[in-house]
């Protein structure tokens, strides 16, 4: 079955510092990635997305993420955090008729 | 704002009730996506319609059963609640049929006494 995987449930860190939140899936089809930001109180927003093309994709607010296929992984990276990316973060994955998301990595950042 | 809509914000009723959810996707969206997220359960995907036909099912149950309707808006209808029905309820539209950038509303919160 398919599934996906958020390596941490919740992370702290200090303004400035790097961020990387991992995701994992198992599905051995072709699928598009997502990862979306639910900031406190307000609704879900996609981040940025990966359907096909180079694995390094740029989303807003200066987020990356890199999909390797041989890991099926889809990690996602900010070089420097701001107290406004305490959020919580889920990565998703479709395929043709479904879409998964992983259970939420919940970041705070402490100024 | 993503342009979606959802009523109402928070709904309480009892277990055995039956309650609607309303969803109003973005103007042009023509795919509705339905969501529940728990706790113990995340986010899951339920059902999702395109220009009135439904498209794709997850995980709903068979108590649960949405429609989409002419003016595209959509409804989700749970019916012999349980305690464990008990969630956030999430709609999110896109222009698109299958799996592309969603705008989500910003849910209805059903409590289940």
């Known amino acids: 079955a398919q599934s996906v995987s958020q390596h941490n449930h919740h992370v702290i860190l200090s303004e400035a510092a790097s961020l990387e939140l991992g995701c994992n899936y198992s599905?051995?089809?072709?699928?598009?990635l997502f990862w979306y930001v639910q900031y406190p109180g307000q609704h879900l927003q996609l981040l940025l997305k990966?359907?096909?093309?180079?694995?390094l994709v740029k989303g807003i607010k200066g987020f990356e993420a890199e999909f390797i296929k041989s890991k099926f992984s889809f990690n996602l990276r900010k070089p420097s955090v701001q107290w406004s990316d305490t959020a919580e973060y889920f990565c998703?994955?479709?395929?043709?008729?479904?879409?998964?998301f992983g259970p939420g990595t919940s970041l705070s950042v402490i100024p | 704002d993503s342009g979606v809509t959802q009523t109402p914000k928070h709904l309480i009723t009892a277990t055995g009730q039956r309650v609607t959810l309303r969803c109003s996707p973005r103007?042009?969206?023509?795919?509705v996506y339905w969501y529940q997220q728990s706790l113990d359960q995340g986010l899951q995907f339920l059902i999702q319609?395109?220009?009135?036909?439904?498209?794709a099912k997850g995980n709903i149950l068979e108590r649960f059963s949405a429609q989409q309707f002419p003016d595209l808006h959509s409804e989700l209808n749970l019916s012999s609640l349980e305690l464990g029905d008990s969630a956030l309820y999430f709609c999110?539209?896109?222009?698109?049929?299958?799996?592309?950038?969603?705008?989500f509303g910003p849910g209805t919160r059903l409590t289940v006494l």
């Open positions: 998703a994955v479709t395929s043709y008729d479904k879409v998964i």
């Open positions: 599905y051995g089809g072709t699928v598009n």
């Open positions: 999110a539209s896109s222009v698109v049929m299958g799996w592309n950038e969603q705008f």
């Open positions: 990966y359907f096909s093309g180079d694995p």
């Open positions: 103007s042009g969206d023509l795919s």
């Open positions: 319609y395109y220009n009135g036909e439904e498209r």
